[in-house]
């Protein structure tokens, strides 16, 4: 069974940091392009980076660049988004989720992890 | 970059009514579109995919349609476990999704 589970998310102020993780099982991992998926409470749905499955290529949503940054660990089937420079905007509920090709329909999801960012 | 707009944004229907959502594009996006189900307090799931290929172990009164800019996602026959929000998304690009439809059930 396909499988993503994300933790890290938590309550921070602005300009804190906070570190996102995920963790796949169920899949092979290494051959899947990665993103971060994000929602703010009452929102709907907004891209916010992804990742090659080697690691050598990251995009990111103009809002969150220079801030933000995705990497992997394919050893560990580990995804991760560092967010630095948090806002009261990022507040929202942080999805990973998979593509099996560049650019692609995401087919697998996780079950998300709250950010708040607020003082 | 692309916009994508859903219509209509709520929708009431009753168990065994065909619904239709639709979702269009400020551009050509060929067939380039997804369609996602969320439940409350759940993870988007995927329904649609390349406009109109039905995900594995989706039920078949989900369908979509449509190419170009203009797209629909019908349910055939609604039943009580389809409330739901229904967003679109492109894909093949820079991904963009639609601003959701929340359907309930009357």
């Known amino acids: 069974e396909v499988q993503l589970v994300e933790s890290g998310g938590d309550l921070v102020q602005p300009g804190g940091s906070l570190r996102l993780s995920c963790t796949a099982s169920?899949?092979?991992?290494?051959?899947?392009?990665m993103s971060w998926v994000r929602q703010a409470p009452g929102k709907g749905l907004q891209w916010v980076a992804n990742?090659?499955?080697?690691?050598?290529?990251?995009y990111y949503v103009d809002s969150v660049k220079g801030r933000f940054t995705i990497s992997r660990d394919n050893a560990k089937n580990s995804l991760y988004l560092q967010m630095n420079g948090l806002r009261a905007e990022d507040t929202a509920v942080y999805y990973c989720?998979?593509?099996?090709?560049?650019?692609?329909?995401?087919?697998?999801w996780g079950q998300g992890t709250l950010v708040t960012v607020s003082s | 970059d692309i916009q994508m707009t859903q219509s209509p944004s709520t929708l009431s229907a009753s168990v065994g009514d065909r619904v239709t959502i639709t979702c269009r594009a400020s551009?050509?996006?060929?067939?380039?579109l997804a369609w996602y189900q969320q439940k409350p307090g759940k993870a988007p799931k995927l329904l649609i995919y390349?406009?109109?290929s039905l995900q594995s172990g989706v039920p078949s009164r989900f369908s979509g349609s449509g190419s170009g800019t203009e797209f629909t996602l019908t349910i055939s026959s609604l039943q009580a476990e389809d409330c739901a929000t229904y967003y679109c998304?492109?894909?093949?690009?820079?991904?963009?999704f639609g601003q959701g439809t929340k359907l309930e059930i009357k």
């Open positions: 169920g899949f092979t991992f290494s051959t899947y392009w």
């Open positions: 989720a998979g593509a099996w090709r560049a650019w692609y329909y995401f087919d697998s």
């Open positions: 990742i090659k499955q080697d690691g050598s290529e990251m």
């Open positions: 390349k406009a109109s």
């Open positions: 998304q492109v894909y093949n690009t820079l991904y963009t």
């Open positions: 551009q050509s996006i060929s067939s380039w």
